[in-house]
């Protein structure tokens, strides 16, 4: 198991920062979050983070607050100067392989991607390099997240190593599918037990035994 800590940072739902991420000049690792203030003037504690991100945006739901507190407060807090850090790029399908250098700062809240700190590039791969397990690891949802199962994986290929599994023989492959259909699952019983009830259910039901040929 690797004990080198790696991170994984977002561009934005679509890439949006990408060019302050690969900035020739200066590369950083940039968040949004634009109602937050400097965060730096934040009691250095997860519940003072919570507290600032509830006043902020207080439609979100309890749980929609402590996760983004908690993303907020790691990459001020807990993410250190020279931890390897990973960026998977939407545009150009690359992942790109660097190292912190710096510490928080704040740019101003005129920008969309305030919170920021600076980072030093030192390759990028191709996605398809990876297994599909090492792949479905860095596909959260989050904004910034630590890989821990496939970290061994990430680190021989910075090294300029070959992976252990060859692609071909990618046996994370049928795990990934089997995880990509429980979810799926839960997602639309979820949905279902949420949003049909009563009538709505028959109705729904009724509809989809005629698409299969049934009469209702």
Known sequence: MSTETIWVVRAGRHDEARNLF???ERPVLALGWGEMPDLSTIPPNRE???????EKYPKSMPGSVAGNAGQLFRFVHEMQDGELVLYTCKTDREIYFGRVSGGYFYSG????????????????????RFSQ????????????????????EYLTALSGKKPEVPV???????????DIEDSTRDFI???LAQELKGHPLADFVAHLLNKMGYQT
């Open 168 to 178: 071909k023989e990618d046996t994370t492959v049928a795990q990934v599918q089997a």
């Open 189 to 191: 019983i979820k949905a």
């Open 133 to 152: 397990g090492a792949l479905y690891e860095i596909g959260s949802a989050l904004t910034i997240f630590q890989i821990k199962n496939f970290a061994n």
């Open 48 to 54: 003072g983070f919570k507290k600032l991100v509830q």
């Open 109 to 128: 809240k005129d920008q969309s991607y305030p919170h920021r700190r600076s980072v030093k590039w030192i390759r990028s791969m191709p996605r398809l």
């Open 22 to 24: 690969l900035d020739e």
